[in-house]
């Protein structure tokens, strides 16, 4: 049943099996009805897990298919509990809240070239890239790095899928010669050749570096999991938020986040992830400088200042005028 007013599904777990060493596959099937809403690659959706826990998986399985969503999901010891309870506490035949697929990660399907590089449980969104690319016919390459051979997700899917051929698989714990050479994969680029990167942050970090000489920031598209960023708010001071809509204003104080200053003015706000690399609330800026603390937005959108996420970002001037 897919709710209209809330962009929230009922989904059954039709399986769950272990796809590696403490990774575990869900797939979910509509609870009423034969098909679900559209998706296209690179998207995620939020999994609702009770007492206000929101997690967000990306879909890994052929965009083409409606009748199920296909997510993978590291168990992390260290994580906010969201993994534990999908690995501990779902199983198949129970039915579950999910939100409608959304992408803050897309495909550039008319791409000349297209480089795909996944760390760990990132594959998720790039094997749903690549699967959707086999099916174009487009020209592309697949990176997948992993601590071994056995926490190495969907490496038996990936070995049968069909475009084998276009995929290198590294592991940490193999012979010098299959470990992933970033600088040579990322060398002689063709105009018009994209890159896509997720996995986690140190991974990413590495690619996204070596890239920086060379590829412009527009050709370069990321997805971070979780953000890592050190950010010093000893120093911070209230600000104001003016709604256009409204012509309200509302007070933010040097402790509060933008979100938390909306919402208890009653402001309803759109969130998910709360670390700033989802991209749920992206909020258009009318006027006033942004002090950008998320890791989705690329470095172009940060310099141009008409967007910005509401549940960590701040601002440099005394007032920001959102559209809301």
């Keep these: 049943m897919f709710d209209s007013n809330n962009q929230t599904l009922q989904v059954t777990v039709s399986q769950k099996r272990c796809a590696a060493e403490d990774t575990a596959v869900f797939e979910l099937v509509p609870a009423e ?68 697929p959304r992408n803050a990660f897309e495909l550039n399907e008319s791409a000349r070239k297209t480089l795909l590089f996944a760390g760990g449980i990132g594959i998720t969104p790039i094997l749903s890239m690549a699967r959707r690319l086999a099916a174009l016919g487009a020209e592309f390459e697949m990176h997948y790095c992993a601590r071994s051979k056995e926490r190495m997700a969907f490496r038996d899917e990936i070995t049968a899928s069909g475009f084998e051929d276009r995929v290198w698989l590294h592991f940490d714990d193999g012979p010098e010669d299959q470990k992933l050479d970033i600088s040579g994969a990322l060398s002689d680029r063709i105009d018009d050749t994209h890159l896509y990167v997720c996995g986690p942050n140190g991974f990413m970090d590495a690619v996204l570096s070596t890239a920086k000489a060379e590829w412009p920031d527009e050709a370069v598209h990321r997805e971070y999991f979780a953000s890592d960023l050190d950010l010093h708010t000893d120093g911070d001071e209230a600000f104001q938020v003016k709604i256009a809509s409204s012509g309200e204003t509302v007070d933010v104080g040097a402790n509060q986040t933008i979100a938390e200053a909306l919402l208890g003015h009653g402001i309803g706000v759109t969130m998910s992830c709360e670390q700033g690399v989802c991209g749920t609330c992206v909020t258009r800026v009318l006027e006033g400088t942004p002090d950008h603390r998320d890791m989705v937005l690329s470095e ?25």
């Design 33 to 100: 009805g034969e098909s679900l809403p559209t998706f296209t690659a690179g998207s995620h959706i939020d999994v609702h897990l009770g007492d206000g826990m929101i997690r967000q998986y990306s879909l890994s399985n052929d965009p083409s298919e409606r009748h199920r969503y296909v997510i993978g999901v590291l168990r992390e010891a260290d994580g906010r509990g969201g993994s534990r309870t999908m690995h501990d506490q779902v199983h198949a035949g129970d039915t579950m809240t999910i939100s409608t």
């Design 300 to 324: 172009t959108e940060h310099a141009a200042n008409t967007e910005m996420t509401v549940c960590c970002s701040r601002s440099k001037s005394p007032l920001l005028v959102l559209d809301l």
